[in-house]
């Protein structure tokens, strides 16, 4: 996609232009963050996005996949299509932070760091469409909304809507901040996040006065059994060198201290990273609640809903992924991790139809070691990253057009 005398020359060139813009792009992580959205919700975020691409010669169009923003970007040169994708989406958390910029939004935060990841690709944006006569083939930057709506996901939306077309597009790149210290990026060849289900489980049992069990057929205590019995899916039934999570997250129930409940509900997930995993823990989850719900005298009511599936990393693209980020941010500072994480992204919903590289960029550092836990009301990242995201970013699609 670029052709430079050596790695060096542009690894000191996107150096240069990256320096040139990371206190505008820190602002613009600021302003997304104190104004954060839930997910098909982003409307003042993508006007931000929108605005911030203004005078770089790109293609945008908005209201894709309902608030998303694509900018294309084509290069001097016919070539492939590399589709860059950043997250828009806020959870619904009540920050708890003491940071200057810290949400204006009561109950609703950028716990996930997609303020950071749609800056990054801001920021990528600005500094890629500056090296546009070098450039062969096209980049595709994507602002997509509603990460965080497991189990549909803003990237079906957009695929729906036809991101992956016109150009159409051979290969994607998406980033997401992690737990790793700053100025460091990981990624992997094949499975790099699992696949993330959702369950929902209702308990109908018989309301009776608290002072009478006997009259009626209680669902708290059976959603109790169910939900000790559940644990023991994950430990007598998948094998131990292998991997799954069962986690309930939600229970609903109860009117009053001394009323027997005739119903309770619940909600949750379950991680696995192999097939034969995942067919076997729908069958093993409904037969623990139906035959507790049948010796304690309920009902049930039990839906199993896929949701993302595994993000797998192409191996032809990010070995040479790897081998640019190498090139760029050297090789000491690119790790390869040992393990996916039980994490899941619906970028996965891209690997369906094009091969696709997802990496971590690092946030943590001294400043917030204590503070770096995503989803969590203290998050605070270290904009220390932003910069590294950028590079990362772009070295990731000039390396892309050189393949």
């Known amino acids: 996609m670029i052709n430079l005398d050596t790695s060096s020359r542009m690894s000191l060139q996107l150096d240069s232009m990256i320096e040139d813009i990371t206190q505008d792009i820190i602002n613009i992580r600021r302003e997304i963050h104190k104004y954060p959205e839930l997910g098909m919700n982003e409307h003042k975020t993508a006007k931000i996005v929108e605005k911030s691409l203004e005078g770089l010669g790109l293609e945008v169009e908005t209201g894709v996949g309902k608030t998303g923003v694509v900018a294309l970007l084509r290069g001097k040169e016919n070539g492939k299509t590399i589709l860059l994708r950043a997250d828009m989406d806020a959870l619904p958390i009540d920050e708890q932070t003491d940071i200057l910029f810290k949400s204006e939004v009561p109950g609703v935060m950028h716990a996930c760091g997609h303020d950071v990841h749609t800056s990054i690709l801001i920021g990528a944006a600005k500094v890629l469409s500056q090296m546009k006569d070098e450039i062969r083939g096209n980049i595709k930057f994507v602002f997509q909304p509603a990460e965080e709506c497991n189990p549909t996901g803003g990237a079906n939306y957009m695929i729906e809507q036809g991101v992956l077309e016109n150009p159409k597009v051979d290969a994607a790149v998406a980033l997401h901040i992690w ?126 809903v896929l949701g993302y599936p595994l993000t797998h990393n192409d191996v032809k693209l990010t070995k040479n992924i790897i081998e640019g980020l190498r090139e760029a941010i050297g090789e000491e500072n690119v790790l390869i991790p040992e393990r996916p994480a039980t994490g899941a992204e619906d970028f996965a919903f891209f690997n369906k139809y094009i091969p696709c590289t997802f990496m971590w960029a690092g946030c943590r550092s001294d400043l917030n070691k204590n503070s770096c836990v995503l989803h969590n009301p203290n998050f605070i990242c270290d904009e220390g990253v932003i910069p590294i995201g950028i590079k990362s970013m772009c070295a990731a699609a000039l390396k892309f057009g050189d393949s």
């Open 179 to 304: 737990d790793i210290p700053v100025g460091k990026v990981a990624l992997k060849t094949g499975v790099m996040m699992a696949q993330s289900d959702r369950i929902f489980i209702k308990i109908k049992g018989k309301s009776a006065h608290g002072s009478a069990p006997h009259q009626g057929a209680d669902a708290i205590v059976a959603a109790a059994h169910v939900i000790t019995a559940l644990q023991t899916i994950v430990s007598r039934n998948v094998n131990p060198l292998d991997s799954a999570v069962v986690t309930l997250g939600v229970i609903r129930g109860g009117y009053r201290y001394n009323v027997i409940p005739d119903g309770v509900e619940m909600e949750g997930t379950v991680r696995t990273f192999a097939q034969e995993v995942a067919s076997m823990i729908p069958g093993r989850i409904e037969n623990v609640i139906k035959n507790i719900c049948e010796a304690l005298g309920c009902d049930y009511e039990f839906k199993y």
